[in-house]
């Protein structure tokens, strides 16, 4: 069973999957999710192994990582085999247990938000909030 294959289907009829859902949460790109699955199954690597394996320039897979490190899903440690020079990086995803759980907590605090959001929207339409 692929990850991309599975789908929700919402209130309105509309069907989508993790990667919508985690653009929409994160702004996870579909190469952001690239790098995500390749961390999560493949196990650490550099940025030189995952430009090669997911046939991706070196900018694209950098901006890749440095967001999903910012979200918290991956984490980057200096590679203990570098000599000299510019230092390079091991990237690897967190425990997938730890990031579902966050994913989870997030995505219940989105809907708390939505939630607030259209309980003012709706109950007082005078506030003057743009829709």
């Known amino acids: 069973m692929e990850v991309q294959k599975l789908k929700v289907r919402l209130p309105s009829g509309k ?35 995952l430009s090669a394996s997911l046939k991706l320039s070196k900018a694209s897979v950098n901006r890749s990582v440095n967001k999903l490190i910012s979200i918290g899903f991956i984490e980057r440690a200096k590679d203990q085999n570098s000599k ?32 607030d959001l259209a309980h003012v929207e709706i109950k007082n339409p005078e506030t003057g909030i743009s829709r």
């Not at 653009?23 to 996870?28: E, K, L, S």
């Not at 967190?94 to 989870?104: A, Y």
């Open 84 to 115: 000299g020079g510019r230092p390079r990086y091991i990237y690897k995803s967190i425990d997938p247990e730890l990031m579902v759980s966050k994913i989870g907590k997030d995505f219940e605090y989105c809907a708390k938000l939505f939630g």
């Open 15 to 49: 069907e989508v999957g993790l990667v919508e859902a985690l653009g929409f949460c994160y702004d996870v790109s579909d190469t952001d999710f690239q790098v995500l699955l390749t961390l999560t199954s493949g196990g650490p690597k550099t940025e030189d192994e």
